[in-house]
């Protein structure tokens, strides 16, 4: 395959015969069809998704980043550091963001949504540079319609940019040579790193732009770009050890297992399995449209975040096999889909990338929230002197040593804290093993009982289940005396008021 340094606008890769490597004949009324598919493409995703999600109350995670952007500039890099699993440069941003745009939960949000249509459009230009125009339409098409967490206040989808755009001016790089190309490389695969830590299993496809630049004799230009990555990756090398030290009190996930792994990776292969007969049909026929070095990096960048967490999970004993933090592989799936369809007939890929819109509608639904403010309302009107307990779902909450000061206790209240809420809140532990019981223990013989005492117990709910934690708590105050006056179930959230009689 030989490559030529074309516009913005050209596609750098061409196939064997020289001829562009968009080529796929289309009629009018398929031509017609694949202009209108990325807005009929925002129109579902407007109407299915995003607009019941972008207005909707913060969801679990959310309320963590409110809370570590509602302070000044330095709680936000110290809640950040300490409390968060992504460096501060996603929060400093939003903090910046919210001094502009105000902290309600849509203007938090929108950062997200304004990363996502960049990312489509970084993916589109990336499928039609690699491959030919229409697998980077289909591409975008698909990563529109897919989960990406573009509807929430977090940095995933950040992460998803910053690979794209890596990606995107590593093969820029390799081909021209050019520096500029070779800082974006590097700079945006940091700032992919910087969102979210586990990206780095997504950069290791890079390894073959690596390789073939070596082949190229630039081993030494090679060596500047990965000096310069080490020293713009070092300084959050110590909050990635800090957090990998107490990886087992951060994540809730069962260790995966193999099947586990195959449902993840199985939509790649079965990509890959297609783009493998393809290919092998157009190299039958002498027009090849896709290199197997391109396929091969797209397939290991659908394929390593999976694997690698996988890995990590068993090697380490405790799992993060969890989808989010895979999210790195959906813009290597996104083409791996656009590589199928644009090499089917026309009709074929449009019927092709209606189904992938429509499965969208179907699999990507809202995510519930709970309505903390109905909460807060609620704790306004019990009595003054109440003393308020509080269980938010936090996985900290499960370790004992959370419970050691002000700020930790801070940080398992941000979603009643943010929401309102003026009074002095005590979070207690979410689970009832034996020193979480201990705790809650203490906090019973620590209230006053000079008079008639208010407890008031507030916890998340979903349908008849209840945490442990606060079941114990329920159960030692009854035993110690109290009564239950009132149970109010609000949205996902359970509030029981307890009373002592005078003693």
């Given at each position: 395959?030989?490559?030529?340094?074309?516009?913005?606008?050209?596609?750098?890769?061409?196939?064997?015969?020289?001829?562009?490597?968009?080529?796929?004949?289309?009629?009018?009324?398929?031509?017609?069809?694949?202009?209108?598919?990325?807005?009929?493409?925002?129109?579902?995703?407007?109407?299915?998704?995003?607009?019941?999600?972008?207005?909707?109350?913060?969801?679990?995670?959310?309320?963590?980043?409110?809370?570590?952007?509602?302070?000044?500039?330095?709680?936000?890099?110290?809640?950040?550091?300490?409390?968060?699993?992504?460096?501060?440069?996603?929060?400093?941003?939003?903090?910046?963001?919210?001094?502009?745009?105000?902290?309600?939960?849509?203007?938090?949000?929108?950062?997200?949504?304004?990363?996502?249509?960049?990312?489509?459009?970084?993916?589109?230009?990336?499928?039609?540079?690699?491959?030919?125009?229409?697998?980077?339409?289909?591409?975008?098409?698909?990563?529109?319609?897919?989960?990406?967490?573009?509807?929430?206040?977090?940095?995933?989808?950040?992460?998803?940019?910053?690979?794209?755009?890596?990606?995107?001016?590593?093969?820029?790089?390799?081909?021209?040579?050019?520096?500029?190309?070779?800082?974006?490389?590097?700079?945006?695969?940091?700032?992919?790193?910087?969102?979210?830590?586990?990206?780095?299993?997504?950069?290791?496809?890079?390894?073959?732009?690596?390789?073939?630049?070596?082949?190229?004799?630039?081993?030494?230009?090679?060596?500047?770009?990965?000096?310069?990555?080490?020293?713009?990756?070092?300084?959050?090398?110590?909050?990635?050890?800090?957090?990998?030290?107490?990886?087992?009190?951060?994540?809730?996930?069962?260790?995966?297992?193999?099947?586990?792994?195959?449902?993840?990776?199985?939509?790649?292969?079965?990509?890959?399995?297609?783009?493998?007969?393809?290919?092998?049909?157009?190299?039958?026929?002498?027009?090849?449209?896709?290199?197997?070095a391109i396929l091969g990096f797209v397939a290991l960048w659908a394929v390593f975040p999976a694997f690698g967490l996988f890995l990590q999970s068993h090697l380490t004993g405790s799992s993060v096999f969890i989808e989010r933090y895979y999210f790195a592989a959906l813009p290597a799936a996104a083409l791996l889909v656009g590589m199928v369809l644009a090499r089917a007939k026309p009709w074929v890929g449009l019927v092709g990338v209606g189904a992938v819109i429509l499965c969208g509608t179907i699999f990507v639904n809202p995510v519930d929230s709970r309505d903390w403010y109905a909460a807060v309302e609620a704790l306004d009107e019990a009595s003054f002197d109440a003393k308020i307990w509080t269980v938010t779902g936090y996985?900290?909450?499960?370790?004992?040593?959370?419970?050691?000061?002000?700020?930790?206790?801070?940080?398992?209240?941000?979603?009643?804290?943010?929401?309102?809420?003026?009074?002095?809140?005590?979070?207690?532990?979410?689970?009832?093993?034996?020193?979480?019981?201990?705790?809650?223990?203490?906090?019973?013989?620590?209230?006053?009982?000079?008079?008639?005492?208010?407890?008031?117990?507030?916890?998340?709910?979903?349908?008849?289940?209840?945490?442990?934690?606060?079941?114990?708590?329920?159960?030692?105050?009854?035993?110690?005396?109290?009564?239950?006056?009132?149970?109010?179930?609000?949205?996902?959230?359970?509030?029981?008021?307890?009373?002592?009689?005078?003693?």
């Amino acid at each position: 395959m030989s490559m030529q340094v074309l516009s913005e606008e050209t596609p750098v890769l061409r196939d064997t015969s020289g001829s562009p490597a968009d080529t796929t004949p289309s009629t009018g009324l398929v031509e017609l069809g694949s202009k209108l598919l990325l807005p009929f493409a925002l129109v579902v995703a407007l109407v299915t998704y995003w607009y019941p999600m972008l207005g909707g109350h913060l969801r679990f995670d959310e309320n963590l980043t409110a809370w570590v952007v509602s302070g000044t500039l330095s709680e936000t890099l110290e809640r950040s550091w300490v409390h968060q699993g992504q460096s501060p440069l996603y929060f400093v941003m939003i903090w910046a963001w919210q001094a502009v745009a105000g902290s309600s939960e849509i203007a938090l949000r929108l950062p997200s949504m304004i990363a996502l249509f960049a990312s489509c459009w970084q993916l589109q230009m990336l499928g039609k540079e690699l491959d030919r125009r229409r697998v980077g339409q289909f591409a975008a098409v698909f990563l529109l319609v897919v989960e990406t967490g573009a509807t929430e206040a977090r940095p995933y989808i950040f992460m998803i940019l910053a690979l794209i755009v890596s990606t995107r001016y590593g093969f820029r790089w390799l081909e021209t040579g050019a520096r500029s190309a070779g800082l974006v490389w590097v700079v945006s695969a940091v700032v992919a790193i910087a969102m979210q830590p586990f990206a780095v299993y997504a950069l290791v496809p890079h390894l073959t732009l690596a390789y073939r630049a070596v082949r190229k004799g630039r081993t030494l230009s090679l060596l500047r770009y990965v000096m310069l990555g080490a020293l713009l990756v070092a300084p959050i090398v110590p909050q990635i050890l800090m957090l990998r030290e107490r990886q087992d009190t951060l994540v809730i996930a069962d260790p995966p297992t193999v099947i586990d792994l195959w449902a993840a990776l199985a939509p790649a292969q079965l990509c890959v399995g297609l783009l493998v007969v393809f290919v092998l049909d157009r190299h039958r026929r002498g027009t090849p449209y896709c290199g197997s070095a391109i396929l091969g990096f797209v397939a290991l960048w659908a394929v390593f975040p999976a694997f690698g967490l996988f890995l990590q999970s068993h090697l380490t004993g405790s799992s993060v096999f969890i989808e989010r933090y895979y999210f790195a592989a959906l813009p290597a799936a996104a083409l791996l889909v656009g590589m199928v369809l644009a090499r089917a007939k026309p009709w074929v890929g449009l019927v092709g990338v209606g189904a992938v819109i429509l499965c969208g509608t179907i699999f990507v639904n809202p995510v519930d929230s709970r309505d903390w403010y109905a909460a807060v309302e609620a704790l306004d009107e019990a009595s003054f002197d109440a003393k308020i307990w509080t269980v938010t779902g936090y996985i900290e909450s499960d370790n004992p040593d959370a419970f050691a000061d002000e700020e930790d206790n801070e940080y398992l209240n941000a979603p009643i804290r943010w929401h309102g809420a003026e009074q002095e809140l005590l979070a207690i532990p979410r689970t009832d093993i034996d020193m979480n019981r201990a705790i809650i223990d203490a906090n019973i013989g620590a209230l006053d009982r000079a008079g008639s005492t208010t407890v008031v117990l507030v916890e998340p709910v979903e349908g008849p289940t209840r945490q442990s934690g606060p079941e114990y708590a329920e159960e030692a105050l009854l035993m110690d005396g109290f009564e239950i006056t009132e149970r109010r179930p609000e949205f996902g959230v359970l509030l029981t008021t307890f009373l002592s009689n005078p003693r």
